[in-house]
Every structure is written in structure tokens, then in C-alpha cells.
């Protein structure tokens, strides 16, 4: 029987199917007139899309669904060919440059880019997540390094407009590139403004009193700030969660934000104030509301509390005079709040060196002359053996326009230029093989191999080796390893620990793992494609390349 021998119905679910790729809707497009109307259908293409599709949309096309499919398409090559790209770039540094994210990060700006949703097709496949954690590892440093790039662009816009009416919005594209859910603090202050409607005012908001004089505004706002320190209430709100640290996360300029969008939402005119207490070297943060000329009240924000204070106060007078603060002014001191947060926390991760990194970046676009982030910046830059013309950029113009003593500036430039010419005149990595000398015969186990620590217990994977301990001499001396049987003369491993860390570890403190599984740490898809059996790493092409002979084995060594 021939496909024309059906209806046109069961001959548009035989072209539904996934067997039939959009190349293939292409080629029958061009056999007949029939198969043409049939191919050609936007209902069709509207299904074939969203089954390819499902879930990561930013809005439904309105067009042709056939063009949609074209551009998603052309889109998803051009991510697989960028990423590609990157893997390769940025295999032996700690960090993915910004230049090799120039390209991706262009296009993404554009109105119908469907980037951020590519990214995330490939970051939420569940398949992937096994198959091409490779793929899924960079497709992450991308999406992470998109979005925040857009936080950026939509918070300064939000600075630079006029008022305080939409400070929440700051809040939201300042959460969007922490990736933490603001919508539970959106719920907060409803809910304050709703406790505060209900149980205070016992009225509704198109019922609130008269707020026409004086008396009328400071008695209001004296029931205001009472019902938000009963109880701690405002201080059990103001806080953004800080989902990669536990912790909650809250400052002045923070309670400021919270406060001004919530007294607007009851009809008080408050505006932000900044007193800079030239002992502490920082700004505090009030709200003022002025009922008449003359006669200002300051509500302070400090420790988790609220207080009233008058323009005669200790306070007030032990303070420089105060000043209006802008928008500007505000999420200055908040990103400094939030760096300090996470400079601060205890030990810190590979992502939230990122975001401090992403957070510096965008306190200097507002900011300019905040050397000494600036200088921090560079010194992030230079951890990870990333982005050294930007360093260059920043030192030089620290020297140039900065306040901070020259000589460590100077020492930093020295370091940057010696790697940027060593990056110059830098060789090809010669791979290591087990066949080329003596020494490398006797190392025993091979990269991807889930190993367990003899004394320590822990569960980890091989990603590298050398054939001695090429560590420093105080290291060794530090870690045991000269009372070791076989000493520094035996091979030694770099591992990736089920507890997030890298170890080197000597051979005879290794064994085959006896219930070998997946190993829990940010880092893995950089060096593996994917998992085997639960009991094997299969390498990415860059380290296949650098350990050779390594890469071929799947099973057990014959130790």
C-alpha cells in the first residue's frame, strides 16, 4: 500500500510521529501537491514544535509554527556549535572567559532569540542530565552567565529611572541573577499591607482614612511602624533567602527597599535618606516622611529594628548632615551588603565565587570608582586563570584613577602581564601515556575509575595523574606523604570527592570502590560526558586527549 492510499488524517499522524524530523517534512514537502498541503499545515507544525519544545517557552508565537520550528532549530545548532566552542576554550582555565561567551551572549539580546530557553531545554532533559553531562555542565556557565548579564542590563535601567515606585522591581532582577526566589517576598509584603489593612486600620484599602493633614499622616504612620515592630514582624520579612547558603540574607539598605514599597502600597509618602557615618566607613539608610514643612521624621533601619528618631537626636548628630538618597545610592550599598554576605559565609563554593564575581561586575557598572572592588575583581580574575585583558584593564586604570596604594597594584600587573605571555609562547599540552616511560607503567588505575579512600573513606573519581607527587615540599611534609610506605616516588591522583572537594591522593591510599556510584560534585560534567554502569566516568573528548591511553578501558583494571 502507498502513503497516498490514506486519508490526509491518518497521513498527518504518520508525520507526527517522532521518526519524522523536520528535515524529513522538508523532503515530502516537495513530492506531491497533496503531501505538500498535508507537511505544510501550522497545526501540525504547532505539535511537532511543542513536542519537541514542551516546556521551555517565553511566550506562544502568534506566526507560522513552521517558522517558529525553522528559527528554534537554527537557534539550538548555533548553542550546540557555541558550546562546543567553549568546552574547548576554557577546558584548562577555572573559569569561562567573557570573550568566549561574546558571541552567545550577542545574539541573546535579541528580540526573538530563543537562547535562554535552548539552554534550558538542554539543562532540564533528564536524559541529558546521564548521557551529556558535558553538554549540561556548559549549557549552565552559558545560561548562568545570559541571565545575569540580563539581570545587569534590567537593573540599570530600573536605577535610572526617576522615583522609589519601583524599587521592588531592583530587588527582582538583583534575585534573578542570585537565582533566588523573590516571589515569596512579593507575598510578604502583601501580606504585611493585608495584616496591616485588617487588624490595625480594621478597613479595607479603598476605605483607608483620610492621611489630608499632619495629625492625620503622623498618626497613621505611628500605627504603622508599632504594628511592624510588634511581635519583630518587619524583621521576620525584610530578608531575601539565599537558597545556595541557608541563610537569610538582610541589611539596612535591604529594610529600606522593603519599607518605602510598603508604606507607598498604604498611601505615605516616604523617601529614602543616607547618613554616612564616617566611624563604621559606610552609609546608613533611613526613610523620611516630611507631614509639613519643617517638621521631618526619620525612621531608622539597624539591627533587625525600627525607630523613630527627630533631626535632634544623638544619632542624627553624631552623623554627617543627611542627605536624599537616590535609587542609585540604595543598591550601591545593597550589592556591597550582599558581596560581604558571601565573602563571609564560611567556605566558599565554585558558583558563589561567580556570583560575587557577577555582583562586582555590576557594582562597577553603577559605580565606577569603587577601587577597592575593583581591585578584588581582578584578584577573582586572576584565581581562576580567566579574563586577562579585563584584568589588565582594571589594574591599569587603578593605577591611573585609583586611591589604593600603588605597590600591590603594581605586583598584581606584574603577575597578569607574566601570564598573559606565558599564555602567548604557551606549547601545545603534551598527553600523558602509560607506554612512554617507566615511571608512568606503574600507575596502576585509570581516569574515570570510582575509587574509595583507604583511611578516609570517601568515594571519588579520577581525573587526572602523575607518575610522582608533584606537590611542594612543605605539602608533602604536611599531608603525610614522606611517612607513606612508598613515599613521594609512587603516582599520585587528582579526584573529584562525593563531598564537592578536589584531593590528590597517592596510590597506595586508593582502592576500586566495591559499590561504586554517581559522584556528587559541580565540577563533573567539565571532565566527563557521562556515567557507566553507575561504576565507570566516561571522559570528555579534551581530557580523552590529554590521557590517551587511559579512555579505551571498561572495566576492571588487573590490579
Known amino acids: 500500500m502507498d502513503l497516498l492510499d490514506f486519508s490526509d488524517e491518518i497521513i498527518e499522524q504518520i508525520f507526527l510521529t517522532q521518526r519524522i524530523s523536520h528535515q524529513d517534512l522538508g523532503n515530502i514537502c516537495q513530492a506531491c501537491k497533496r503531501l505538500n498541503e498535508i507537511a505544510s499545515s501550522n497545526e501540525l507544525w504547532k505539535v511537532k514544535l511543542y513536542n519537541r519544545w514542551p516546556t521551555q517557552w517565553v511566550s506562544i508565537p502568534k506566526e507560522s509554527f513552521r517558522d517558529v520550528y525553522k528559527e528554534r532549530s537554527a537557534n539550538d545548532a548555533m548553542i550546540m556549535i557555541e558550546l562546543r566552542k567553549i568546552m574547548r576554550g576554557s577546558f584548562h582555565l577555572r573559569s569561562i572567559p567573557h570573550k568566549l561567551m561574546k558571541e552567545i551572549s550577542r545574539v541573546s539580546v535579541s528580540e526573538r532569540s530563543f537562547i535562554i530557553d535552548g539552554l534550558l531545554a538542554i539543562i532540564n532533559n533528564a536524559d541529558l542530565k546521564y548521557l551529556r553531562m558535558d553538554l549540561v555542565y556548559y549549557a549552565r556557565k552559558v545560561y548562568d552567565y545570559v541571565r545575569c548579564q540580563k539581570a545587569t542590563s534590567n537593573l540599570m535601567n530600573c536605577v535610572t529611572r526617576d522615583g522609589f515606585h519601583d524599587l521592588f522591581e531592583g530587588i527582582k532582577f538583583l534575585a534573578i541573577g542570585l537565582e533566588v526566589d523573590y516571589l515569596d517576598n ?95 566607613r559606610k552609609s546608613q539608610f533611613f526613610t523620611s516622611i516630611k507631614p509639613s514643612i519643617g517638621d521631618t521624621i526619620y525612621i531608622e533601619f539597624r539591627s533587625g529594628m525600627l525607630k523613630m528618631v527627630d533631626e535632634q537626636s544623638n544619632l542624627l548628630a553624631r552623623l ?72 589588565l584593564e582594571h589594574l591599569t586604570y587603578l593605577i591611573s584613577h585609583g586611591n589604593l596604594p600603588s605597590e600591590p597594584i603594581h605586583q598584581l600587573l606584574t603577575v597578569t602581564k607574566r601570564l598573559e605571555e606565558e599564555k602567548k609562547n604557551e606549547e601545545k599540552t603534551q598527553p600523558k601515556l602509560r607506554s612512554s ?45 614522606l611517612d607513606m610506605l612508598n613515599g613521594p616516588n609512587q603516582p599520585f591522583y587528582n579526584v573529584m570527592v ?7 591522593a597517592a596510590q597506595e591510599s586508593l582502592m576500586m570502590h566495591a559499590n561504586p556510584g554517581e559522584i556528587a560534585h559541580e565540577e563533573i560534567g567539565k571532565y566527563f560526558c557521562s556515567i557507566i554502569n553507575s561504576c565507570y566516568y566516561k571522559p570528555t573528548e579534551m581530557l580523552n586527549e590529554m590521557y590517551p591511553e587511559d579512555c579505551d578501558w571498561f572495566g576492571c583494571p588487573d590490579v
Open 437 to 481: 616511560t617507566e615511571d608512568n607503567q606503574k600507575v596502576v588505575y585509570k581516569i574515570g575509575m570510582i575509587m574509595r579512600h583507604r583511611r578516609l573513606g570517601y568515594m571519588c573519581v579520577i581525573y587526572g595523574w602523575d607518575n610522582f607527587c608533584d606537590m611542594p615540599y612543605n605539602w608533602q611534609r604536611q599531608m603525610g606523604v
Open 186 to 280: 512579593i507575598h510578604q509584603i502583601e501580606d504585611l499591607k493585608n495584616m496591616f489593612d485588617e487588624k490595625v486600620l480594621g478597613t479595607k484599602e479603598y476605605e483607608y482614612p483620610s492621611m489630608s493633614t499632619q495629625e492625620d499622616i503622623k498618626r497613621i504612620l505611628w500605627m504603622f511602624n508599632d504594628f511592624l515592630l510588634k511581635d519583630g514582624t518587619f524583621a521576620q520579612k525584610a530578608f531575601l533567602l539565599m537558597s545556595d547558603t541557608d541563610r537569610k540574607f538582610s541589611s539596612s539598605a535591604l529594610k529600606c527597599c522593603f519599607y518605602i514599597t510598603l508604606a507607598r502600597k498604604l498611601g505615605l509618602d516616604v523617601n529614602a535618606v543616607r547618613i554616612d557615618d564616617t566611624s563604621a
Open 498 to 504: 562525593n563531598d564537592g572537594s578536589n584531593r590528590y
Open 320 to 391: 554627617k548632615a543627611t542627605e536624599n538618597a537616590t535609587k542609585k545610592d540604595i543598591f550601591v550599598c545593597l550589592l556591597h551588603d550582599v558581596i560581604e554576605f558571601y565573602k563571609h559565609g564560611g567556605q566558599i563554593s565554585g558558583r558563589q565565587i561567580q556570583k560575587i564575581q557577577w555582583l562586582i561586575e555590576t557594582l562597577l557598572q553603577l559605580s565606577p570608582t569603587e577601587d577597592e572592588s575593583r581591585l578584588f575583581l581582578t584578584r577573582i580574575y586572576l584565581h581562576q586563570n580567566s579574563n586577562i585583558d579585563e584584568t
